[in-house]
């Protein structure tokens, strides 16, 4: 929550305040290494680039450098970008009426040099927040010289101003991200043409317009965000333009399973309870795309699938609870069918694959969900149960089935509490947790070969 803006209100207020004015990537510098040395972290909701990106990040900006960061989608680019916002200062002082957010002691339009020198300490003064020192622009193939750099602008020119007045002329995103941040997403996918007017911004930190004879010195930091594959897929990003770049960084999806299962309590907006073993079956058949020969790697799987997949199992808990009267929406593994269905466009396989989507994605949800009761129920004696089922009874579940009914509709095994140990083991407590950590163990003894499954409708029974 942002505090109240200084109070300050001309440049002499200003300057019996004692502010001192700073470029911009001092301003990120010195917050940056304040924040370090207070302990504080600089990228809150980041996870699994504590050891990898955010070191590189944080010594591209004590350099001073611009940044492209380079990754395959949903890896937590532009959520990086947008994270520098914090490194600026909270509020900071601009000419009033300025259009570029010129700073009250350097001015760079004629206009307002003419402004500052005329009224002095009279010059009045307003307080910008951080985030409006922030600017993003998706690169698209449409985009234009005029939309990043400027161009002139016929209604002033109409108004009776000449041709060559710089005040003609209509300033685009990147100068009036003057003393902040500009990010472009997916460069890219911007013309070749588009990319050279960048040019002199990233290097003489001025801009030309047209036949203008204007120099504008830019305090500006310009990072950026691209697939590698972009190079040769849809565009790529000319030689000069990187070589401006002071920091290319290689970004990465999550390496360890506790990260990606962060991301997704993080993210998601579940609408019902999603136990965390769900979770983990969920993040684990997502590294296990991420892993497959199948599927086409270079576009990758996004953090995004995992996320719109425990949405949708939660939605449809939700449903069921809804329609059958259950006192509360949990999900369990038999809702993840939904997540699969609906997730399947959001997979890339490779050449050759086609017909066997729906084969590859089912066999390596069983291969996630075996993982994770290995990882859960290793050791707990289920033979028992496994008797019980050889001696002819079956277990009934269903997408529109209640835990209660699910829970009733269980063998008794007298005085066993294999029940009670498994539903422990996943810290299962309420009859919707405890049913979906029952469902696990079941689904857990067919992938092993010790019970038949058969599905028909949206019935499967065990059996």
């Known amino acids: ?86 490194l600026l200062d909270e509020w900071s002082p601009v000419i009033a009426g300025s259009e570029l957010g010129e700073h009250p002691y350097d001015p760079i339009t004629p206009q307002w040099i003419t402004a500052a020198r005329a009224q002095g300490d009279a010059l009045p003064i307003e307080w910008v927040h951080r985030s409006e020192r922030y600017a993003e622009k998706l690169a698209t193939p449409d985009t234009s010289v005029a939309d990043l750099i400027g161009d002139v602008d016929p209604m002033k020119v109409a108004e009776g101003r000449h041709l060559g007045d710089p005040e003609t002329i209509a300033f685009g995103l990147v100068p009036r991200s003057h003393r902040g941040i500009v990010a472009i ?35 500006v930091l310009v990072v950026a965000s691209a697939n590698p594959e972009d190079y040769t897929n849809r565009g790529r990003i000319i030689s000069p333009l990187k070589d401006r770049f002071g920091a290319e960084i290689r970004t990465h999806y999550p390496v360890a399973l506790a990260d990606e299962l962060a991301v997704i ?129 079956t277990v009934a579940t269903g997408a529109q089935m209640t835990a209660r009914d699910f829970l009733a509709g269980l063998p008794r095994l007298g005085e066993s509490e294999v029940y009670d140990e498994v539903a422990a083991r996943v ?14 163990a079941l689904e857990g003894l067919y992938l092993a070969r010790r019970i038949g499954k058969d599905s028909a409708g949206a019935e499967t029974v065990y059996g």
Request: a negative charge; hydrophobic letters at 40%; proline letters at 3%.
């Open 185 to 219: 997403n997916e460069l890219p996918d911007l013309a070749e043409r588009i990319q050279v007017s960048m040019l002199n911004v990233m290097e003489e930190r001025d801009v030309q317009i047209r036949g203008y004879l204007l120099r504008l010195p830019l305090d």
């Open 1 to 86: 929550m942002a505090t109240q803006a200084p109070s300050p209100r001309t440049v002499g207020e200003l300057r019996e305040s004692g502010h001192e004015h700073t470029t911009l990537r001092d301003e990120l510098r010195t917050n940056l290494l304040a924040q370090l040395r207070d302990g504080v972290d600089p990228w809150p909701g980041l996870h699994g680039f504590g050891d990898t990106v955010i070191p590189q990040v944080e010594r591209a900006i004590l350099a001073g450098h611009d940044i492209v960061l380079l990754g395959e989608r949903g890896q937590g680019k532009t959520r990086l970008l947008r994270s520098l916002v914090d």
């Open 427 to 440: 810290g299962a407590s309420t009859p919707g947790e405890i049913a979906g950590a029952v469902e696990l």
């Open 265 to 393: 309590r993080q993210e998601a907006g579940l609408v019902a309870e999603v136990p965390e073993v769900l979770l983990e079956v969920l993040a684990r058949f997502t590294r296990a795309l991420r892993d497959s020969s199948a599927v086409d790697q270079r576009s990758g799987v996004s953090a995004r699938f995992t996320i719109a997949g425990a949405e949708t199992v939660a939605a449809a808990a939700l449903h069921r609870a809804t329609r059958q009267g259950e006192d509360e929406a949990v999900a369990r593994l038999v809702d993840l069918d939904a997540a699969v269905s609906v997730l399947r466009g959001k997979v890339e396989f490779e050449t050759g694959e086609e017909g066997r989507e729906s084969e590859i994605l089912t066999h390596l949800l069983r291969t996630a969900v075996a993982s994770t009761v290995r990882e859960h129920l290793a050791g707990v004696d289920l033979g028992l149960l496994v008797e019980a089922i050889e001696d002819g009874a």
